[in-house]
């Protein structure tokens, strides 16, 4: 009797998560749309709740707290566009707790370690003077392993130029430097096809501009 109530539970667990396994699909491929649409920091933070929210429903998808994070460092540019730096140390501490959830759930992952290196440049626009010559270094590190995690992964190499690019030259940064990276990122960009409809699949626009100004910078 008790190993049939056993199996009669495993088989109710089971079916409820066949059931909400589209659920879950349709509600992510929704927010990730809403978050690529918008640059508007309010707006994504509202993203970010959802994303929260399904996190908290979905405990073992590491997909809702890499999105989460990805929401809040986002939220940190934003922030720096606007001259709010006050603002940043708290979407990058957000985004932290977020990634390191994430890590624990899948480890060894390409996104997660460029998802790393991204709240590292986020921790730099806080304060470009005091923080980029701890946090430059921990970015260049995090997408390096990315790239090794994952030789076709375009992320990492389009935030390893942007970490180069605003990097002074005198450091070893610049657009010069930045170019062939750019370049690099284009290229796996053009061939880049996601294994899922939920797995990452942003920078491509940003990596264009990134390329075309720094063109024009180096002519």
């Not at 701890?134 to 942007?162: H, I, V, W």
């Not at 430097?177 to 053009?190: G, V």
């Amino acid at each position: 009797m008790k190993k049939s109530i056993v199996f009669f539970a495993a088989f109710l667990m089971s079916i409820s998560i066949f059931a909400q396994s589209p659920r879950y699909a349709e509600m992510m491929e929704k927010t990730i749309a809403e978050m690529e649409a918008t640059r508007d920091g309010e707006v994504i933070k509202g993203i970010a709740n959802k994303f929260e929210r399904i996190a908290s429903a979905e405990g073992k998808e590491w997909l809702p707290y890499y999105y989460h994070a990805l929401c809040n460092v986002k939220m940190g540019l934003a922030a720096m566009e606007k001259n709010e730096s006050d603002k940043i140390g708290a979407y990058v501490e957000k985004a932290q707790i977020s990634l390191d959830k994430a890590k624990g759930l899948t480890p060894a992952n390409s996104e997660l370690e460029t998802m790393q290196g991204y709240i590292y440049m986020a921790t730099i626009w806080e304060s470009p003077m005091i923080k980029g010559a701890t946090y430059g270094p921990k970015a260049t590190a995090s997408f390096e392993k990315a790239m090794k995690l994952d030789p076709k992964n375009p992320r990492p190499s389009m935030l390893q130029g942007q970490n180069i690019m605003f990097t002074p030259e005198f450091f070893g940064g610049g657009a010069k430097k930045a170019q062939p990276i750019f370049a690099t990122a284009q290229e796996k960009f053009d061939t880049f096809e996601p294994a899922t409809s939920l797995m990452p699949n942003w920078g491509a626009k940003t990596n264009t501009y990134f390329v075309q100004r720094v063109n024009k910078a180096v002519e």
